[in-house]
């Protein structure tokens, strides 16, 4: 759904009413005719951006209406530029080398959540396991044929969900290595990178010494 002028408005009021307005008070703010703010309201409930909940006054069902967590998320965040001031002043302190082998980790931590969807699969079918959680948080990843005397697909990525921060921040890329080995358990080569001229993102696991 695109979210019009009038409807923008509408969230904003919302926004700014934590406990909830009513289709009356949301005309008089925002000064349209009632119906249409319940025609508004009916769009972006649909949607998901707005629910409301009921409660007596005087006898008579009074509906108010809130914003959801989804609504709120259609307001700007400023999630890359804090992320930002947390590099930058993680490098400055432990140095650039320690911040990579850093991110490396914290991706290894957070493949543990992951690991329970790959228990009792083939090393292959992990590949194809683990392509389909990449692309569950944002990545466009796939499976690729292996190359010449290799067992196990490669992954492709043609979006990286780092990609702004990655551009100031090479160390970011050591996330996804320490996240895609912690998952497979098996070291890991990132063999074609976009930040570095690539056309994709390429991965290859590497056989266990």
């Known amino acids: 759904m695109i979210v019009g002028d009038t409807q923008q408005k509408l969230l904003s009021k919302l926004l700014e009413s934590k406990a909830g307005l009513t289709v009356d008070e949301l005309a008089g703010e925002i000064d349209i005719t009632r119906s249409a703010v319940k025609q508004h309201l009916s769009g972006m409930e649909r949607s998901g951006y707005v629910q409301h909940t009921s409660s007596k006054?005087?006898?008579?069902?009074?509906?108010?209406?809130?914003l959801?967590?989804?609504?709120?998320?259609?307001?700007?965040?400023?999630y890359s530029w804090f992320s930002?001031?947390?590099?930058?002043?993680?490098?400055k302190k432990i140095g650039a080398s320690k911040f990579g082998a850093y991110m490396f980790e914290l991706g290894v931590d957070m493949s543990a959540t992951a690991i329970p969807r790959l228990v009792g699969k083939t090393r292959v079918e992990?590949?194809?396991?683990?392509?389909?959680?990449?692309?569950?948080?944002?990545f466009a990843a796939r499976a690729t044929p292996p190359g010449k005397g290799e067992k196990l697909p490669r992954i492709e990525c043609k979006n990286c969900?780092?990609?702004d921060l990655s551009k100031d921040y090479t160390e970011v890329c050591q996330?996804?290595?320490?996240?895609?080995?912690?998952l497979m358990g098996a070291p890991i080569e990132?063999?074609?990178?976009?930040?570095r001229g690539g056309q994709a993102c390429r991965f290859r696991f590497l056989p266990m010494a």
Do not use: A, W
Request: aromatic share 12%.
């Open 57 to 66: 006054s005087g006898g008579r069902p009074r509906f108010l209406y809130t």
């Open 84 to 91: 930002r001031v947390m590099f930058e002043s993680l490098r």
């Open 68 to 78: 959801t967590e989804s609504g709120i998320d259609l307001f700007p965040k400023r």
């Open 190 to 195: 990132h063999q074609e990178c976009m930040q």
């Open 126 to 138: 992990r590949v194809v396991e683990i392509v389909k959680i990449m692309n569950e948080t944002g």
């Open 161 to 163: 969900v780092f990609h």
């Open 175 to 182: 996330f996804d290595l320490g996240f895609l080995s912690g």
